[in-house]
């Protein structure tokens, strides 16, 4: 089965913290995602990465960072959090787009976090 | 704008009943890929049906089917014989892929109650 662990369930940090969110995926996907989702917002993509050491805004990216060094890791980071992010955040993961079959993104457990 | 459209936020049926899902969509692509996923209370992302934009017949898995009516650009979820477990968010998704950016765009949702 394929596996997107992140690395948090809930988390609750400060105003003005630097906060770093974990994902990590055991299917050798190329794909990640990191999406925060909202009542009535539905899942926003904040940054996308294809390959190591690549990255891709998404519709939401203002305030957020993202790394991704190893294939099976990307981190998403709040450099310095406010209270407007906090939200559930999930990470996703897929194949390239070049398959008939196994097109769609998995995803993980999703991690609540407060900024107070 | 907006690329992934569900204009009911939410919806009671009752148990047993067919239920259709709405969802429209906007790209310019010829290729692309649309997909439906179920949030129950738990929290998890659950794939549930993907249509790809070639494909001739509308996809169908169990209980859910996907109506993909391309020149309306519309994609919505049917599922037969709702039961009480159905209650959950429905997410309605498309894929995009240009160049080497892919990226999975999600609508707001709709929040669907099955009745006994």
């Known amino acids: 089965d394929v596996k997107v662990t992140q690395s948090s369930r809930y988390l609750v940090k400060r105003t003005g913290e630097k906060v770093f969110l974990e994902c990590v995926q055991d299917?050798?996907?190329?794909?990640m995602f990191w999406y925060r989702q909202d009542p009535g917002l539905g899942l926003r993509l904040i940054y996308f990465?294809?390959?190591?050491?690549?990255?891709e805004k998404g519709d939401i990216p203002e305030g957020y960072s993202v790394s991704r060094e190893k294939k099976e890791r990307f981190s998403l980071i709040l450099e310095s959090a406010s209270t407007n992010q906090t939200s559930m955040y999930l990470c996703?993961?897929?194949?390239?787009?070049?398959?008939?079959?196994?097109?769609?993104?998995?995803f993980g457990q999703g991690t609540r976090l407060t900024v107070v | 704008a907006q690329k992934i459209t569900q204009t009911q936020p939410g919806m009671f049926v009752q148990e047993k009943e067919a239920v259709t899902l709405d969802c429209t969509y906007d790209?310019?692509?010829?290729?692309?890929?649309l997909f439906w996923y179920k949030q129950p209370s738990s929290g998890e992302m659950i794939f549930l049906i993907y249509?790809?934009?070639?494909?001739?017949q509308n996809a169908t898995e169990g209980r859910y089917s996907l109506n993909f009516q391309k020149a309306r650009k519309s994609a919505n979820l049917v599922i037969s014989a709702s039961q009480l477990g159905d209650s959950a968010m429905y997410f309605c998704?498309?894929?995009?892929?240009?160049?080497?950016?892919?990226?999975?765009?999600f609508g707001k949702g709709t929040r669907l109650h099955i009745l006994p």
């Open positions: 996703a993961s897929s194949f390239l787009n070049l398959r008939v079959k196994d097109t769609e993104a998995f």
């Open positions: 299917m050798d996907h190329e794909n």
């Open positions: 990465s294809y390959d190591v050491k690549m990255k």
């Open positions: 790209t310019s692509d010829p290729s692309y890929g």
């Open positions: 249509q790809g934009s070639y494909d001739q």
């Open positions: 998704a498309m894929r995009e892929r240009k160049n080497r950016d892919d990226k999975i765009i």
